[in-house]
């Protein structure tokens, strides 16, 4: 006998005499279950050109067997072209905060940087994961980032989020953006911006200051 099911549940029945009988279920692999938004975050708020950023994203994988295991995943980013990536450098860590970074491979192109796991069992990546992107260089960002003011400072605002994709054992594919996180960047161009306003001023303060003592201590000569 051969049953086949369409639907979630199925009944088969067998009658028979003196003999060994075996029912057995042939189907193809469990989907894998969902899985929540990753969280993107960043290091740090306020960037000068030239500057450093690092970027971590967290998710959360459910426990899977060996029928409901996903075949492969994925986590891509692409910056922004304020950010050169040619230096980026990558950690992943485990549930355990074990580091299982030699699992995942890098590949770039163009702005867009992926780690794709290459371990040995996909179940085993499961409980919360973390991804971490170092070593990001803020360039000048041109005129088309959104421009705010806080303070009396303008920025640039420089976003980035990114995908993690899950392909499982039928082929099926999902994905899930992180928020959008956001750096601010001072305007190398705007004398009012950022590191640059308050060394202007310092600056400016230290001549004034340096001014008036000089006046004073020539006066001083003058009058003795």
């Given amino acids: 006998m051969i049953a086949y099911q369409f639907g979630p549940s199925a009944t088969a029945e067998w ?3 003196e003999c060994g009988t075996t029912l057995a279920a042939i189907f193809g692999g469990h989907p894998y279950s969902k899985i929540s938004n990753p969280i993107k975050s960043v290091d ?3 960037y ?4 450093r950023v690092s970027y971590t994203i967290n998710e959360n994988f459910p426990y899977t067997d060996s029928y409901s295991k996903a075949k492969s995943f994925e986590l891509s ?5 304020a950010l050169k990536i040619n230096e980026v450098t990558y950690q992943v860590f485990d549930a355990n905060n074990k580091d299982v970074t030699s699992d995942w491979e890098k590949n770039i192109s163009g702005q867009t940087v992926s780690l794709k796991y290459i371990g040995e069992d996909t179940a085993t990546v499961y409980g919360k994961f973390t991804f971490k992107f170092n070593n990001l260089i803020v360039l000048d960002p041109d005129s088309k980032h959104e421009i705010k003011k806080e303070n009396g ?7 980035n989020k990114a995908l993690v994709t899950i392909v499982d054992s039928n082929d099926e594919i999902s994905t899930k953006e992180t928020n959008t996180v956001n ?14 306003f308050v060394l202007i001023v310092g600056i400016i303060m230290i001549i004034f200051i340096g001014s008036i003592s000089t006046f004073r201590f020539v006066n001083k000569k003058k009058s003795e």
């Fill in 15 to 17: 009658w028979g005499c």
């Fill in 44 to 46: 740090g708020d306020i």
């Fill in 153 to 159: 400072l303008e920025y640039k605002i420089v976003p």
């Fill in 77 to 81: 980013d692409t910056f922004d072209n």
């Fill in 183 to 196: 750096i601010r960047v001072g305007d190398p161009n705007n004398p009012s911006t950022g590191v640059n």
């Fill in 48 to 51: 000068s050109v030239g500057e």
